[in-house]
């Protein structure tokens, strides 16, 4: 079974779609960072001309860059400026909705929190657009707020238990005020939901991504929550046998950034196991 909603989001397609058309103009373009987390993606595109490098450094004068969906901080734009690259930006709306936000309430003198990880690149993005940005990635992390009145918002792919449990632990904090706005993505909500929905009517859940993809992680995370047997694989090639042992009915799921050959590519061979065993 495949849960209702998976796979690509639109930030994601967007990013890749308008990689592939300035690879078709321009033959060589640089990506701040992965384009997206997922190596076989990254390596398709590698084959077209896309070079990915992790530091503005490396990209030479005159160059175009494109900027993911995760977005990049102030700080390198403006350094990509200086340079005088051709700036092709494919950050998700909802990112930079996020970033526009966290500006907004700094200027308003807003302490600004953000409720992610702190090394995630979405999240650096968002630090970097600000002058002070706190980053809380679980409740011992509050200690580094200090004082002040708080403007918080949340990484888009976290989920709102998560969300919702870290707002309440800052309340019980003490803070004086806390202005709220709710930067998760629906998209990613969704996904989690019919993620969790899945797991708990099947024996064995797998859940499809990147390593480094922090939606994918949090969909593994969610499903291990309420059906234990569940693993995060990046793609067939790491599915073992043995895992499937005992378990008659099986649930598939994939993170925003996990390309759809790869879901049928495994739904196909774990289906040919079904039918053997
Ligand atoms: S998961 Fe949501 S926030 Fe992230 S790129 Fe996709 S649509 Fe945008």
Redesign the pocket.
């Known amino acids: 079974m495949v849960a209702e909603k998976y796979g ?5 397609r ?2 890749i779609s308008t990689a592939e058309k300035i690879l078709s103009e321009k033959g060589k373009v640089y990506s701040l960072g992965p384009i997206i987390h997922n190596p076989g993606v990254v390596e398709r595109l590698a084959k077209k001309g896309l070079v990915t490098v992790d530091d503005v450094g490396q990209i030479p004068a005159g160059a175009t860059v494109l900027i993911r ?2 977005g990049a901080a102030s700080e390198e734009i403006a350094h990509l400026k200086q340079k005088n690259v051709d700036i092709v930006d494919a950050t ?4 930079k909705r996020m970033q526009q936000i966290a500006m907004q309430m700094e200027e308003q003198g807003y302490k600004v929190v953000i409720v992610g990880d702190q090394n995630h690149p ?1 999240v650096r993005a968002v630090v970097g657009c600000t002058t002070g940005a706190v980053v809380v990635g679980n409740e011992s992390d509050i200690s580094t707020i200090g004082t002040g009145r708080l403007g918080i918002v949340c990484q ?2 976290q989920s709102p238990e998560f969300f919702g449990q870290m707002l309440s632990a800052i309340a019980r904090a003490g803070f004086d005020e806390m202005k709220v706005i709710n930067t998760l ?4 909500i969704k ?1 989690q939901q019919a993620a969790v929905e899945l797991c708990r009517k099947v024996d064995i859940m797998f859940v499809l991504g990147g390593r480094e993809s922090a ?1 994918t992680q949090k969909l593994a995370e969610l499903c291990q929550k309420y059906n234990k047997k569940t693993f995060h694989l990046q793609n067939w090639d790491e599915f073992d046998k043995k895992l499937v042992f005992g378990s008659r009915t099986a649930g598939v799921t994939a993170g ?2 996990t390309p759809q050959w790869i879901i049928d590519d495994f739904v196909k061979n774990l289906s040919a196991v079904e039918a053997e065993s």
Do not use: D
Not at 8 to 12: E, I, T, Y
Not at 92 to 95: A, E, H, M, R, S
Not at 185 to 188: G, T
């Open positions: 690509f989001c639109a930030g994601v967007n990013a969906s995760h998700c709306v909802l990112v979405e888009t792919t993505c629906k998209e990613a996904r939606n925003a950034s």
